[in-house]
T-cell receptor, first 113, second 116 residues
Framework: EAQVTQNPRYLITVTGKKLTVTCSQN?????MSWYRQDPGLGLRQIYY???????DKGDVPEGYKVSRKEKRNFPLILESPSPNQTSLYFC????????????FGPGTRLTVT | GENVEQHPSTLSVQEGDSAVIKCTYS??????FPWYKQELGKRPQLIID?????GEKKDQRIAVTLNKTAKHFSLHITETQPEDSAVYFC???????????????FGQGTILTVHP
């Protein structure tokens, strides 16, 4: 089954404790992206990657890191999480020529206390 | 960078009525405009998209119109049903030849409620 998976689905952590949210897709998509969703603000892009070893900042990259060492994986790293990073995070992937047609993962609900 | 504004933030209709959601964008270079539907507790899913050289596109009860001159586009849902209840997001995508290709800018979302 073609899909995008994220882990963990739910995470409660404390300020400053480094964490990684994994994202994997099995559709051989070149493009992958991370978003955060907050009430009233819609989906805001954090980082995106057009292909392996190529990453670019989205609209809200501060406080986040990403890497793209393999085509199928695109982990999101919060090196020192803060409460304002409490949010619902989505990973997405697509073909590089159709980045408007993105397939989203199930989401990760992160709470930073 | 691109800015997408979406209205209304909430929309309540009776089953069978039509619903219209409007979005404006700021970057005249944007050339693809997708719409995503997110049911409660689920992931966003693409429902329709329109390219900048097309004025209107239909898919059964859903249609999208684009006014490139005015930089606005709209989602029209006819004969609404309770299962249309969801959050709808519009978005704008830059052209593949631009430096910002890969960025996708979303609107703030519209919560649509269809009452039986």
């Amino acid at each position: 089954e073609a899909q995008v998976t994220q882990n963990p689905r739910y995470l409660i952590t404390v300020t400053g404790k480094k964490l990684t949210v994994t994202c994997s897709q099995n559709m051989n998509h070149e493009y992958m992206s991370w978003y955060r969703q907050d009430p009233g603000l819609g989906l805001r892009q954090i980082y995106y990657s057009m292909n392996v070893e190529v990453t670019d900042k989205g609209d809200v990259p501060e406080g986040y890191k990403v890497s793209r060492k393999e085509k199928r994986n695109f982990p999101l790293i919060l090196e020192s999480p803060s409460p304002n990073q409490t949010s619902l995070y989505f990973c997405a992937s697509s073909w590089s020529g159709r980045t408007y047609e993105q397939y989203f993962g199930p989401g990760t609900r992160l709470t930073v206390t | 960078g691109e800015n997408v504004e979406q209205h209304p933030s909430t929309l309540s209709v009776q089953e069978g009525d039509s619903a219209v959601i409007k979005c404006t964008y700021s970057d005249s270079a944007s050339n693809y405009f997708p719409w995503y539907k997110q049911e409660l507790g689920k992931r966003p899913q693409l429902i329709i998209d329109i390219r900048s050289n097309v004025g209107e596109k239909k898919d059964q009860r859903i249609a999208v119109t684009l006014n490139k001159t005015a930089k606005h586009f709209s989602l029209h849902i006819t004969e609404t049903q309770p299962e249309d209840s969801a959050v709808y997001f519009c978005a704008a995508s830059p052209p593949s030849w631009g430096t910002s290709y890969g960025k996708l800018t979303f609107g703030q979302g519209t919560i649509l409620t269809v009452h039986p």
